[in-house]
């Protein structure tokens, strides 16, 4: 079974489109994360849940809204893409009290 | 806040042999955690070995082995018998110990190991 899961692996669009990716964690973990890796391979976090509530939100275009429906899914919408989105998003979640991430298999967006 | 330098970019090692990759840290932090992630061609993001700072006694996993150095602030990787598997992408990162719920990681700039046959 996929620990830490994500739709779609692949995204294509042009620019200006509005677009969501998802992740779902079957860990039953508290704690969830969104990280972006640029071209470079840099990885940086963007945001992070606490039982469906924002802890981290990291200096990120408000274009991108995360959504957390329940602990277990932690989905972001983009809208207005642009150029610079270009890049792998990793979701990652850890359990309460825990320091151990587990990552999801990232998302790759190219923007058009 | 806090950095993570890996001052090799691009690093080759001949299957069998031992690597060491570097890393240093910047933090005024006390209790921390240091962490080294694998990330081969697949993209699939995976933990290799971690380090509590607050642990003398070097972390050691199979083949991998770490060298911490908590007063000059480094925290390298030694990948012992070398394996074709080896090859990707390495790095370091750094979470602070009691921050709550905010557990985030702080990532370095990544080392591109590369495993020769």
């Known amino acids: 079974d996929t620990a830490v899961s994500q739709t779609p692996k692949y995204l294509v669009t042009q620019m200006g489109n509005d677009k969501s990716i998802k992740c779902e964690q079957n860990?039953?973990?508290?704690?969830m994360y969104w990280y972006k890796q640029d071209s470079k391979k840099f990885l940086k976090i963007m945001f992070s849940?606490?039982?469906?509530?924002?802890?981290i939100n990291e200096t990120v275009p408000n274009r991108f809204s995360p959504k957390s429906p329940d602990k277990a899914h932690l989905n972001l919408h983009i809208n207005s893409l642009e150029l610079g989105d270009s890049a792998v998003y990793f979701c990652?979640?850890?359990?309460?009290?825990?320091?151990?991430?587990?990552f999801g298999p990232g998302t790759r967006l190219t923007v058009l | 806040a806090q950095t993570v330098t890996q001052s090799q970019p691009e690093m080759s090692v001949q299957e069998a042999e031992t690597v060491t990759l570097s890393c240093t840290y910047d933090t005024s932090e006390s209790n921390y955690y240091l962490f080294w992630y694998k990330q081969p061609p697949s993209r699939q993001m995976i933990l290799v070995i971690r380090q509590e700072a607050y642990k003398q006694q070097n972390a050691t996993e199979n083949r991998f082995s770490v060298n911490f150095q908590k007063a000059a602030k480094s925290f390298s990787l030694k990948i012992s018998d070398s394996q074709l598997g080896d090859t990707a992408m390495y790095f370091c990162?750094?979470?602070?110990?009691?921050?709550?719920?905010?557990?985030?990681?702080?990532f370095g700039s990544g080392t591109q190991l590369t495993v020769l046959p």
């Open positions: 849940y606490n039982n469906k509530e924002l802890i």
């Open positions: 990162a750094f979470m602070k110990r009691y921050s709550g719920s905010a557990r985030q990681l702080t």
């Open positions: 860990l039953g973990h508290d704690t």
């Open positions: 990652a979640s850890s359990p309460a009290g825990g320091y151990e991430q587990f």
